[in-house]
């Protein structure tokens, strides 16, 4: 991301319904499919401002991982030294089957290779580790926002699950998130485009915390389905794809 981003983010995620709504959905995921002890490892990969990871501490051993300066500045500031995982070469800085949960929210679309990032989330978790992906859906909705965070594609379930062999990952859940969210977010990002507006950064409307209770709203339009294995999606602005190692 730019710089910038970072302070963007870490001013409104605390309270932005996305965010938040994020936040507890990942965590309703992990509780549901295998929970985490006191002696279980927490890995999140691209930590960002480490709000996420943040919420386990005291809970689980918590490792984050992110290779931004920007990051780094903010991570230090939120979690012991030993906590921190910089990059010191290729891959993450943890021996084999040490992990017993990943956690990549919003982070693969930043990478080139994908791919090779899953493989490194196999080669970390131990047998039967907890992977929870989260991703922007559905490249029609590619617009400004995706290029000032430097993302490489948005995705779509089956592009995202192929990345995740049978042979070594089985399918916990893969759901399209915040559905009813998406013809307002196609609506505004194809507006933006037709017309070449390009609200400064802080200034768009995803950089902005909405009114309380339009706030409270969108947070639950946007949990409670994802919360749920039942409810069809055939379409959303994001995906969560929860996976196990074989």
Not at 56 to 80: K, M, T, W, Y
Not at 205 to 220: G, I, K, M, Q
């Amino acid at each position: 991301m730019q710089a910038s981003e970072y302070g963007n983010l870490d001013r409104v995620e605390s309270d932005h319904w996305y965010y938040a709504g994020k936040r507890e959905i990942v965590e309703h995921w992990i509780q549901f499919s295998r929970g985490l002890k006191a002696t279980d490892t927490l890995l999140d990969f691209g930590a960002g401002t480490g709000r996420f990871a943040s919420g386990f501490v005291g809970r689980c051993q918590v490792r984050v991982f992110d290779s931004h300066p920007e990051s780094l500045a903010i991570l230090r500031n939120r979690f012991a030294a030993e906590s921190i995982l910089e990059p010191a070469g290729p891959g993450i800085p943890v021996p084999d089957k040490s992990i017993d949960c990943v956690t990549a929210l919003d982070v693969l679309e930043h990478l080139a290779d994908d791919a090779a990032a899953v493989r490194e989330f196999h080669r970390v978790l131990r047998p039967s580790g907890l992977a929870v992906i989260t991703v922007p859906a559905d490249m029609k909705l590619w617009s400004d926002w995706d290029v000032s965070l430097f993302h490489h594609r948005r995705y779509h379930r089956r592009g995202l699950e192929a990345l995740f062999a049978r042979t070594q990952w089985e399918i916990v859940h893969s759901i399209y998130t915040n559905v009813f969210a998406y013809p307002a977010v196609l609506f505004f990002r194809k507006w933006r485009k037709w017309t070449n507006a390009r609200p400064d950064q802080g200034n768009r409307v995803e950089d902005r915390v909405p009114a309380p209770w339009l706030n409270r709203l969108l947070r639950f339009l946007y949990v409670a389905p994802a919360k749920t294995s039942w409810f069809p999606t055939p379409f959303g602005v994001s995906l969560l794809l929860v996976v196990r190692r074989r």
